[in-house]
């Protein structure tokens, strides 16, 4: 028998499981985040009371990128 | 390792995003004024008629929270880049997941499938039941009901393309990759279709309904005085034409940049570790060799 020698397959793999998870929660749910921020709140729903400068600001976005708006 | 590609798919998103805007600035920017202009004359005529028919309109002026030249030089140019920015994430994800459940598609193969898959299911298919608008369309008293609508249209499109590639990845080794693709096909168009016949039209809203009468959109018809003549058109056909025409195309001017984009530099960073093996196997090689049965490789112990 010979000693099992490190695979290449996971040699590419920098860091552990967990943290890969973590970077891909984290990236998918800043992500969605910024979604709704540019697409939905100061609209329906709001986040920041009745503030409208979000809205207002990314405004002509809002319509271009087909979400809901006025 | 995943950095490295999550910061690839977010600069890809971002100068995705840059482009769609240079786009939108020339082509959209106008539209948007013609719509913006044709709101204010609807106005103006809405209260000549509520004049002469004796009844004082309320003072209805917009304060003006940023100046039109704002909105459409900056406002619209962070909106979109960020928009590409989330957009690249979101992508970079799912491009991270199925990489390594299939690794042997190739980078650029795998990012134009996904950013087509993008493409198409958090833009197309909920732009085919309600596609976009400029402004002067949309009532203001809807914009819960059409928010509720337009996310929930998104989430069964991308929810009903999930399960196609399920339904397509299990058949593919019974029928065969074509066949099951064409039947994941029908799956997909079945189910958003199903929604697409199951969802309300924005102007069958219990709201629109009572106040503007039988409509599918909140397109304004034309104003009749209470005589029937027109005093005021409907809203032009041509201006909402070409706005959702363009609509589609900065889209895909977006997810064509990202599928480019990163694909060339996802093809990039897989060939980097490969390189890299055969640089510490050649220097491995000019060593004088260890037995391979009894010694660890010399290129695990440096780490
Ligand atoms: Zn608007």
Known sequence: ?70 | MEFRYIYRGLGAGLLGGLLAFVFARIFAEPLVQEAIDYEDGRHEAQEALDAAAGLTAGAHDHGEVFSRSVQRNLGIGVGMALFGLAVGGLFVVVYLIVSRRYPNIRPRVLAALLAGAGFVGLYLVPFAKYPANPPAIGHEETIGARSALYVTMVAVSVVALGLAVVVGRWLAGRVGTWNASLVAGVVFLVLVGVAMALLPAYGHLGANRAEFGDFATETPQPLTAPNGTIVYPGFPADVLFRFRFYSVVSQLVLWATIALAFGQLAERLAVAPARRQARTAASAADRPAPAPTTAPAPTTAAG
């Open chain 1, 1 to 70: 028998m010979t000693t099992p020698v490190a695979q290449p397959r996971q040699r590419s793999i920098s860091f552990p499981l967990t943290a890969r998870r973590a970077a891909l929660g984290l990236t998918a749910l800043l992500s969605l985040l910024l979604l709704y921020f540019i697409g939905v709140d100061q609209g329906a729903t709001s986040l920041f009371g009745s503030d409208t400068h979000l809205h207002e600001f990314v405004h002509d976005a809002r319509h271009f990128l087909g979400f809901p708006c006025h």
